[in-house]
C-alpha cells in the first residue's frame, strides 16, 4: 500500500463522521446487560378511561397525527425480567419504568402495523404508552417478549407465593387497594413529565408487596391469569410467524 493510500484510509478512520458514529454506538453498550433490548422511536403517553381498543387506536392515530412518521431508532425498550424500561440511546437516561405486573394490555397495532403500545397503571390511572418500529415485525416481537416474560414472571410469583402470604409492611399496607380505588386524572399528553422523573423511587420491598397484590387479584379473577392480554394477535399465531420470532430476542447494542 502507497504512501497515500495509507494516509487516505487513515484519514477517513478518523473524520469527524466517524468517530460519531463510533461514540454513538458506545452510547448503547452496556445499556440492557443481556435483557431484550429494541430500538424504538417512543412517541409518548395519553392516560385513558378503560382498556377498550378503540381507545388505543384513538390514542396512536392522535400520536402519530403529531409527528410526521419518520423512522427513529432514539429510544431503547428493554424488557427485564421484572419490569420494562425506555431508555435515550444517546445518554443513557431512563424516561419511564413499567413493573411488569402494572401492565395490563400489549399489542402490536392493527391500524399502524409499525406502532406497538402496551397499557399500564400508575398511580391508579391506565397510561397508554406508544412506540413507532422501523417494521412491522418488530412491534410483533415486542409484543411476543412482553408477552413471554409476564408470563415468566407470573409464574415465578406463582412458585413462590401460592401457597403462601407475603408479610406486609406497615407502610406498604392497602396502598394496592387504594391505588385502585382513586379517580382517574384528566386525560393528557406526555412524553417525559417531570412528575415522573423526579417522584420518589419505589423500594424493593414496597413493589414486592404491590407485585403480590396484583398477581393476587389476577390469579381470582382471570381465567388465564398468567397470559397478559394482546389484543387481536394471539401468541400461537405470533410464535408460527419466522420473522417475529428471529426478532423476539431483542436486538444487538451496537447496531
Known amino acids: 500500500m502507497s504512501l497515500n493510500n495509507f494516509q487516505f484510509i487513515h484519514s477517513i ?9 463510533r461514540f454513538k454506538k458506545d452510547k448503547t453498550k452496556n445499556m440492557s446487560h443481556g435483557d431484550p433490548l429494541f430500538k424504538v422511536h417512543y412517541m ?4 385513558i378511561y378503560s382498556l ?26 428493554v424488557v427485564r425480567p421484572r419490569y420494562l424500561e425506555v431508555k435515550e440511546i444517546s445518554s ?25 403500545l402496551y397499557i399500564c397503571k400508575s398511580k391508579g390511572q391506565l397510561q397508554c404508552r406508544v ?16 408477552a ?16 403462601q402470604t407475603l408479610p406486609l409492611p406497615s407502610s406498604a399496607t392497602g396502598r394496592g ?16 413529565e417531570p412528575c415522573e422523573l423526579s417522584r420518589q423511587l419505589e423500594s424493593d420491598e414496597e ?15 382471570f381465567r388465564a391469569p398468567h397470559r397478559l392480554d394482546t389484543g387481536d394477535h394471539d401468541m400461537e399465531g405470533l410464535s408460527r410467524d419466522f420473522s417475529v420470532q428471529e426478532l423476539a430476542g431483542g436486538e444487538e447494542e451496537g447496531d
Open 207 to 221: 413493589a414486592e408487596v404491590r407485585m403480590h397484590q396484583e398477581f393476587l387479584q389476577r390469579a381470582t379473577s
Open 148 to 163: 413471554k416474560s409476564f408470563e415468566m414472571a407470573f409464574s415465578q410469583w406463582h412458585e413462590t407465593y401460592s401457597r
Open 44 to 47: 409518548g403517553m395519553e392516560k
Open 177 to 192: 387497594s387504594e391505588e385502585l380505588d382513586k379517580s382517574h386524572g384528566h386525560a393528557g399528553t406526555s412524553l417525559d
Open 92 to 116: 443513557g437516561r431512563q424516561i419511564t419504568k413499567t413493573y411488569l405486573h402494572d401492565i395490563a394490555y400489549c399489542t402490536a397495532d392493527r391500524g399502524h402495523t409499525n406502532i406497538f
Open 52 to 77: 377498550q381498543v378503540e381507545q388505543t387506536r384513538e390514542v396512536v392515530n392522535r400520536l402519530v397525527g403529531k409527528e410526521p412518521c419518520k423512522v427513529s431508532k432514539d429510544h431503547a425498550l
Open 131 to 146: 412506540f413507532l418500529c422501523n417494521k412491522a415485525e418488530k412491534a410483533k416481537a415486542i409484543t411476543v417478549c412482553l
Open 13 to 21: 478512520k478518523n473524520s469527524p463522521a466517524v468517530f460519531r458514529r
